[in-house]
C-alpha cells in the first residue's frame, strides 16, 4: 500500500524548510553585513516589480481584445467547422 502524506507532516516539512533558509540568511547576514545591503533593496525593488505586473496582467485580463483571442493563445481543445 502507498504511505499517502498528512497534511500535518507536510505542514511540518513547510515549517522545517522555513526554519532552514531564516538559518541560513542569519548566517550569511552574521558573516557578511553588506549581503544585508544588497538583498534588501533588491527584495523591494522585486516586490515592487510583482505588484506592478500583477496590476499589468489584471488590466490586460479585463481587455476585451484579450478575452476575444484568448483561445488562440492558449490553443484550442478541438477544431470546430463552420459551414
Given at each position: 500500500m502507498w504511505k499517502w502524506k498528512t497534511k500535518?507532516?507536510?505542514l511540518n516539512?513547510?515549517?522545517?524548510?522555513?526554519?532552514?533558509?531564516l538559518a541560513i540568511?542569519?548566517?550569511i547576514i552574521y558573516s557578511t553585513p553588506a549581503f544585508i545591503a544588497v538583498i534588501f533593496?533588491?527584495?523591494?525593488?522585486?516586490?515592487f516589480i510583482q505588484v506592478c505586473l500583477l496590476k499589468l496582467t489584471?488590466?490586460?485580463e479585463k481587455s476585451l481584445a484579450y478575452t476575444a483571442f484568448l483561445?488562440?493563445?492558449?490553443?484550442?481543445?478541438?477544431?470546430h467547422l463552420v459551414s
Open positions: 500535518q507532516s507536510n516539512f513547510e515549517v522545517s524548510f522555513v526554519w532552514q533558509v540568511l542569519f548566517i533593496p533588491l527584495a523591494v525593488f522585486y516586490y489584471s488590466f490586460f483561445p488562440f493563445s492558449s490553443g484550442f481543445t478541438s477544431l
